[in-house]
């Protein structure tokens, strides 16, 4: 809802802020919905960067690239050298994938730093009563893509051991024997860590990123907040403030998207390694 609202409060503007656009899922009764300004907003990003990616691959030059190009073959050459510290085989799936979590992160990331009432107002024109812009201040998003990459840690780390080899792994480490029966005493225990750390991994992958770009989200709503509320007093020092802050969370935005991404990969590798 944009400064326009009328008589509404500061908590009335914060808290409509804070609402997603929800679709009951009638299968649920009621109890379960969907996050529909979520789903939109992660999807229109993520085709946005297929295409701006996809554009400069169909038009890349083997002589001078221009700047769009020079940025993309800059930005393989960093994600796949990260992705070359981490994992030391090959990279034909570890690649496009950090590329694809890096850069969609970031897209979905820097919707945070546009004007609070820049989307909402523009969803509000069209119908929406409710309307969030940014994807990963919605923990049921970093859940999902968290949830995402512990399926395929569990896939990879079983094609590349076989099943039986991964959970003999599982079984077996981190706590190690060689006779049968500290074997037999330490699985348990061994049980034990392999299913913490299966829950950690997802667990903190999503809170890490949520809790980031959701506590910068906040800020600029009480910002914004101050400024709709108190314009004759606020309105100087928020455009000020609104101003410094951008500047502090594209450099959040960035570590957080480098992170996850850093983070999936390793976790991916790490599962393919046999002891």
Not at 2 to 27: C, N, V
Request: charged share 10%; hydrophobic share 55%.
């Amino acid at each position: 809802m944009s400064a326009e609202s009328g008589g509404e409060s500061f908590t009335d503007y914060i808290q409509h802020h804070l609402t997603f656009w929800k679709a009951p899922l009638a299968q649920t009764g009621g109890l379960a919905s969907l996050h529909v300004d979520t789903l939109i907003m992660s999807c229109v990003l993520g085709f946005l960067f297929l295409f701006w990616f996809g554009w400069f691959a169909r038009r890349a030059t083997s002589g001078v690239p221009g700047k769009g190009q020079a940025f993309v073959e800059l930005a393989l050459e960093f994600v796949d050298g990260q992705v070359k510290d981490a994992w030391h085989g090959s990279r034909t799936f570890l690649g496009p994938l950090a590329l694809t979590i890096f850069f969609w992160i970031l897209f979905m990331n820097f919707m945070d730093v546009l004007p609070v009432d820049l989307i909402p107002a523009a969803a509000h024109a069209a119908g929406a009563t409710h309307f969030r812009p940014v994807p990963t201040a919605d923990v049921n998003m970093t859940f999902a893509m968290s949830l995402s990459v512990l399926i395929l840690t569990l896939f990879y780390g079983m094609k590349a051991k076989g099943v039986g080899g991964y959970f003999k792994g599982a079984v077996s480490h981190p706590f190690a024997a060689k006779n049968i029966f500290m074997k037999v005493l330490l699985a348990p225990f061994n049980v034990l860590m392999f299913l913490i750390e299966m829950v950690t991994q997802p667990v903190s992958l999503a809170l890490r990123l949520f809790g980031n770009i959701f506590a910068g989200d906040l800020l600029f709503m009480l910002i914004a907040g101050l400024m709709t509320q108190f314009l004759s007093f606020w309105y100087p020092l928020g455009i000020v403030g609104y101003v410094a802050w951008s500047f502090v969370e594209l450099l959040i935005i960035l570590i957080q998207a480098f992170i996850f991404m850093y983070l999936a990969v390793t976790y991916i590798a790490m599962a393919q390694q046999h002891h």
